[in-house]
């Protein structure tokens, strides 16, 4: 079934500790992003690529990175993981990333929580 | 000033009402608009998208866009229960799409 798989679903983490989100895709879409829901604050983008080897920060980055090697994956790492990086995770893909007409879809999350 | 921001809620309406959101954007060279569902615990599904001024209708959900007002709309007509969830309005500008903080809707049977 074509779609979007993150891993893993929930996680518990020590602060401090490094990890990393992965983030697969198999529709062949150039653009793909990383959002943290909290609550009451919607969905706040971290980074963003639009295609392969191009990636972009969002509203909230520090304390976060990822890469682009291919089309299928997103990986996010937390380098040092804090409290305040208690969240839900999700990673989305869209056809194309620069103002074109095409909607996001989204993973089924990771549940992360940092103590 | 967020780049999207939604009528706050929470919203409860009678089963069979209308129920109504609103969406503001700040970035006038957006031109792409969606309504996302997001059920308790699941992830965001998209159930309306919107690109040039006017009404765009589907089922029972209805989205209007001004963009000289910089606004969008979602309507929900006849409401049931199934509608209980948090609508998210997302705006997509030059190089990312940007979200509102949802606005959650309850449907009293």
């Known amino acids: 079934i074509a779609g979007i798989t993150q891993a893993p679903t929930s996680q518990i983490l020590a602060a401090g500790r490094r990890m990393t989100l992965r983030c697969t895709q198999d529709?062949?879409?150039?653009?793909m992003y990383w959002y943290r829901q909290d609550l009451g604050l919607g969905l706040r983008l971290i980074h963003y690529?639009?295609?392969?080897?191009?990636?972009g920060k969002g509203e909230v980055p520090d304390g976060y990175s990822v890469s682009r090697a291919n089309t299928d994956d997103f990986p996010l790492t937390l380098a040092s993981a804090v409290p305040s990086q208690t969240s839900v995770y999700f990673c989305?893909?869209?056809?194309?990333?620069?103002?074109?007409?095409?909607?996001?879809?989204f993973g089924q999350g990771t549940r992360l929580t940092v103590v | 000033q967020k780049e999207v921001e939604q009528n706050s809620g929470p919203l409860s309406v009678p089963e069979g009402a209308i129920a109504s959101l609103n969406c503001t954007y700040s970035d006038r060279v957006s031109q792409s608009f969606f309504w996302y569902r997001q059920y308790s615990g699941k992830s965001p599904e998209l159930i309306m998208s919107i690109y040039s001024n006017g009404d765009k209708e589907d089922g029972r959900f209805t989205a209007q866009l001004n963009k000289a007002s910089q606004y969008v709309s979602l309507l929900i007509r006849d409401s049931q229960p199934s509608d209980s969830a948090t609508y998210l309005c997302a705006v997509r500008g030059v190089y990312k799409l940007s979200f509102g903080a949802g606005t959650t809707v309850t449907v009293r049977a």
């Open positions: 690529s639009n295609t392969a080897g191009t990636t």
């Open positions: 529709m062949r879409h150039n653009a």
């Open positions: 989305a893909s869209s056809e194309s990333g620069q103002g074109a007409h095409t909607e996001a879809f």
